[in-house]
């Protein structure tokens, strides 16, 4: 049964700072991984898809990496910024259709 | 474009009423997905429907719960007799690809409904 964990649970980083964020799934054999935002009591924003093919995909200061092998997936986040407050998700799709999510990593940036 | 549609955003229910939850999905998808969301936790699937069918229940709780998605009109998800511990965020997905173990396929989310059941 596919798991999902992000670590940490929880992060307060000073604006400016380069930050990754970590989750981790049990099952390798996956199709994609996603990474979403989620802000508080909003719905959840598309960030980066990465197919089970690729290492790693890349979007403005976002940029995500996927180890298949070794079940883990990074998001890296460059120059942080306070509008970067939010909930980060990671989702796997494992099995034809179904997204397995991980319980998110809630980041907070001083100004 | 409009994105997925969900309505009401918010919807208060007092245990043993009925709640009900409407998904339009994305223009030409055909292809609807519901989670819930309980507190601090993360997604978790509950169906799958394609018009007029219901491919995948298994993440559906097998009473007070059904979903459908007629025809014409949006995909309704209802919970009959709330209790509280029903109180979550409830969001549907669209895809326009029939799903596939290869190839590009997203799932499209829209902006939830929160459910609170005092």
């Known amino acids: 049964k596919q798991e999902v964990t992000q670590i940490p649970a929880a992060l307060s980083v000073p604006e400016g700072e380069n930050l990754v964020l970590n989750c981790s799934f049990t099952?390798?054999?996956?199709?994609?991984l996603q990474w979403f935002r989620q802000d508080p009591g909003k719905g959840l924003t598309s960030l980066l898809l990465?197919?089970?093919?690729?290492r790693e995909q890349t979007s403005g200061r976002l940029n995500a990496s996927l180890d298949k092998s070794s079940g883990r997936s990074t998001l890296y986040i460059a120059a942080s910024q306070p509008g970067d407050s939010a909930t980060y998700l990671c989702?796997?799709?494992?099995?034809?259709?179904?997204?397995?999510f991980g319980t998110g990593t809630r980041l907070k940036v001083l100004a | 474009n409009a994105g997925v549609m969900q309505n009401p955003r918010h919807l208060v229910r007092r245990r043993g009423q009925e709640a009900r939850l409407r998904c339009s999905p994305m223009?030409?998808?055909?292809?609807v997905y519901w989670y819930r969301q309980l507190p601090e936790e993360g997604l978790k699937f509950m169906v799958y429907?394609?018009?007029?069918?219901?491919?995948?229940e298994s993440g559906m709780p097998k009473e007070r719960f059904s979903a459908e998605f007629p025809k014409e009109g949006p995909s309704i998800l209802r919970i009959q007799q709330v209790v509280r511990g029903d109180s979550a965020a409830y969001f549907c997905a669209s895809s326009p690809l029939q799903p596939t173990s290869g190839g590009p396929y997203e799932q499209y989310f829209g902006p939830g409904t929160r459910l609170t059941v005092t």
């Open positions: 223009k030409g998808h055909s292809h």
């Open positions: 989702a796997v799709r494992s099995g034809t259709y179904k997204y397995i």
């Open positions: 429907l394609q018009k007029e069918n219901i491919i995948d």
């Open positions: 990465i197919q089970s093919s690729q």
């Open positions: 099952d390798s054999a996956i199709y994609n």
